[in-house]
T-cell receptor, first 114, second 114 residues
Framework: DTGVSQDPRHKITKRGQNVTFRCDPI?????LYWYRQTLGQGPEFLTY????????KSRLLSDRFSAERPKGSFSTLEIQRTEQGDSAMYLC????????????FGPGTRLTVL | AQSVTQLGSHVSVSEGALVLLRCNYS??????LFWYVQYPNQGLQLLLK??????LVKGINGFEAEFKKSETSFHLTKPSAHMSDAAEYFC????????????FGTGTRLTVIP
């Protein structure tokens, strides 16, 4: 078990560009979450997958954001036409099935939009 | 709706002194509560969780927390601080719906003074 991994760890982009992040959850974890963390704040929920199905999205997830989890394994989060307000740490977490199961977090992808 | 409030964005203690980090919650259902620790440029690591079993929960690295329903609190303690405990600590409550996403507090930065 190698834990949750995320790639890249850091991304610097210019405003208006598109970016894509990848998350590889712990194997056999059915649930996958994306959170966003801005400076001085706790993580905020963005979206959630149960296997390959995206079952919930936060109001924070504007139409410029899209997430996928093909085949129920890794997930990607894409931001189109990035804005400076998108600068944040994007965290991925995975867990088993029960509500009591622990969410294990990856190291995050830090996005800086210039 | 679920939320947590962490009192004190910064806490400083001397090495060997008691650590007390405060968390109060609001929940429309019996809560599941969590404490996570975040070291610089890293993801979140679970310290401990309360899921309606024993009210005194023991976690990793000598930390523990007590669930007090009457006070709607879940404060984190450690009898003797180590230099390695310096980090950001987040309290979280889950919504226990299908998504079971976590609602985090704004965090408390712990500084340990040698």
């Amino acid at each position: 078990d190698t834990g949750v991994s995320q790639d890249p760890r850091h991304k610097i982009t210019k405003r208006g560009q598109n970016v894509t992040f990848r998350c590889d959850p712990i194997s056999e974890h059915n649930r996958l979450y994306w959170y966003r963390q801005t400076l001085g704040q706790g993580p905020e929920f963005l979206t959630y997958f149960q296997n390959e199905a995206q079952l919930e999205k936060s109001r924070l997830l504007s139409d410029r954001f899209s997430a996928e989890r093909p085949k129920g394994s890794f997930s990607t989060l894409e931001i189109q036409r990035t804005e400076q307000g998108d600068s944040a740490m994007y965290l991925c977490a995975s867990s088993l099935d029960w509500v009591t199961d622990t969410q294990y977090f990856g190291p995050g992808t830090r996005l800086t939009v210039l | 709706a679920q939320s947590v409030t962490q009192l004190g964005s910064h806490v400083s203690v001397s090495e060997g002194a008691l650590v007390l980090l405060r968390c109060n919650y609001s929940s429309s259902v019996p809560p599941y509560l969590f404490w996570y620790v975040q070291y610089p440029n890293q993801g979140l690591q679970l310290l401990l969780k309360y899921t309606s079993a024993a009210t005194l929960v023991k976690g990793i690295n000598g930390f523990e927390a007590e669930f007090k329903k009457s006070e709607t609190s879940f404060h984190l303690t450690k009898p003797s601080a180590h230099m390695s405990d310096a980090a950001e600590y987040f309290c979280a409550v889950s919504d226990q719906t299908g998504a079971n996403n976590l609602f985090f507090g704004t965090g408390t930065r712990l500084t340990v003074i040698p």
